[in-house]
T-cell receptor, first 114, second 114 residues
Framework: DGGITQSPKYLFRKEGQNVTLSCEQN?????MYWYRQDPGQGLRLIYY???????QKGDIAEGYSVSREKKESFPLTVTSAQKNPTAFYLC?????????????FGDGTRLSIL | DQQVKQNSPSLSVQEGRISILNCDYT??????FLWYKKYPAEGPTFLIS?????DKNEDGRFTVFLNKSAKHLSLHIVPSQPGDSAVYFC?????????????FGGGTRLMVKP
């Protein structure tokens, strides 16, 4: 059963800590994305990657970092520099650029500050 | 600068009637449009898309209409069912060969009353 797996579903962070959110896909998609959703708002793009070992900043990349060492995996690190990290984080993937098609999403990770 | 706007934060409809969700965009480079449905604490699920070469696309109870001159699209759900109650996001992608990059609207919460 192909899909996108995000873990954990809930995550708590202490002030000053870095935390890493996992995103794995077995859809053989080339492109992967990270979004943030705040209450009552739409999705905002944090980072995206079109190919392994390459990634680009989205609209709100400050305080976040990513890596793309494997096609299947695109972990997101929320660093202590992110001043307002409490949000719902969504990972998505799609086939390679040039093929117009939807992104497919995981079920998200809710991050809260202790 | 919101390039994709959903001006109605919520919509309430009686079961069996038509639901019409609206979306406006400002970027004339957008040429591929999508609607997603989202339940609380889950990722968005792709519903239906439309390319700018068409003005209508239909899939079962869901129809998307695109008015390029007005930079407006709408999603019609008929007949509406209680299970359709969710937040609906419209999204748009530009024709700049940068992959399937999406810009999302803020969402409309649909409530279908039995």
């Amino acid at each position: 059963d192909g899909g996108i797996t995000q873990s954990p579903k809930y995550l708590f962070r202490k002030e000053g800590q870095n935390v890493t959110l996992s995103c794995e896909q077995n859809l053989n998609h080339d492109a992967m994305y990270w979004y943030r959703q705040d209450p009552g708002q739409g999705l905002r793009l944090i980072y995206y990657s079109q190919i392994v070992n390459d990634f680009q900043k989205g609209d709100i990349a400050e305080g976040y970092s990513v890596s793309r060492e494997k096609k299947e995996s695109f972990p997101l690190t929320v660093t202590s520099a992110q001043k307002n990290p409490t949000a719902f984080y969504l990972c998505a993937s799609s086939r390679k650029a040039g093929v117009r098609q939807p992104q497919h999403f995981g079920d998200g990770t809710r991050l809260s500050i202790l | 600068d919101q390039q994709v706007k959903q001006n109605s934060p919520s919509l309430s409809v009686q079961e069996g009637r038509i639901s019409i969700l609206n979306c406006d965009y400002t970027n004339s480079m957008f040429d591929y449009f999508l609607w997603y449905k989202k339940y609380p604490a889950e990722g968005p699920t792709f519903l239906i898309s439309i390319s700018s070469i068409k003005d209508k696309n239909e899939d079962g109870r869901f129809t998307v209409f695109l008015n390029k001159s007005a930079k407006h699209l709408s999603l019609h759900i008929v007949p509406s069912q209680p299970g359709d109650s969710a937040v609906y996001f419209c999204a748009a992608s530009p024709n700049n060969n940068a992959g399937n990059m999406l810009t999302f609207g803020g969402g409309t919460r649909l409530m279908v009353k039995p």
